[in-house]
């Protein structure tokens, strides 16, 4: 459900939010950074390890088992996904104070990407902010008279409609009642978006002001 929205996470930059994400251990493996703690003596916090049976889950233990036999499986796994091309958020803010170490600006030059070569994206979900596919914009507008619950589920990605959200309409209502403002209004964002490039893809069609009275 979230294979659209795969590049968007494994970049080694973010900058969906109003502060940028930047991941510069996205290449270590666990293994890896576990025996670095123990090597410098840093605490580590054990996670429990619940059952999943989601598709989130299984993953997980499919990557586990193939750590196990071949430690150097994850690493190509990893390597592989980052060959997807990324979103044009995934690109790393511009560095121009003369007080930024020459390795950043090095760091910077070798991961930032080209207009061409990366995915433009306007509308996001909802609740995990992942990016929108067309037919999840598609999905948005044929809601417009429904009630809010409905436009907000309509306002998420697929993954969030499958696995989050409750499938009984009044449990639904519920869910909707105790969601935070901001989620909410960041549903009548993402609307508002897709009308503007809605409207944006369809301007050569469009009559101006002077065509019409014409």
């Not at 059952?51 to 088992?65: D, R």
């Not at 070798?110 to 914009?137: G, M, T, V």
């Not at 499938?167 to 897709?194: Q, T």
Request: hydrophobic content about 35%.
């Amino acid at each position: 459900g979230r294979g659209y929205s795969l590049p968007a996470d494994i970049q080694y930059a973010d900058a969906r939010w109003e502060i940028p994400v930047v991941l510069p251990l996205r290449d270590c493996l666990a293994q890896e950074l576990n025996m670095l703690c123990q090597l410098d003596c840093l605490k580590t916090v054990e996670l429990l390890n619940q059952t999943h049976s989601g598709i989130n889950g299984l993953v997980s233990s499919f990557v586990k088992i193939l750590q196990e036999e071949n430690p150097s499986r994850e690493s190509t796994i990893m390597r592989t996904a980052g060959k997807l091309t990324p979103f044009h958020f995934n690109k790393i803010p511009e560095l121009n104070d003369s007080s930024v170490p020459l390795a950043s600006q090095r760091r910077q030059k070798r991961f930032n990407l080209k207009p061409n070569e990366s995915i433009s994206s306007e509308s996001f979900c909802s609740l995990c902010y992942s990016p929108l596919n067309q037919s999840d914009l598609t999905s948005l507008s044929s809601h417009d008279n429904c009630k809010n619950s409905d436009i907000f589920v309509a306002a998420c990605c697929s993954s969030c409609r499958f696995q989050i959200f409750p499938k009984d309409p009044s449990s639904m209502e519920k869910f909707y009642s105790l969601l935070p403002e901001p989620l909410v209004a960041r549903a009548k964002h993402v609307r508002n978006g897709d009308s503007s490039l809605l409207r944006e893809q369809i301007q050569d069609f469009l009559l101006s002001d002077s065509e019409d009275d014409a």
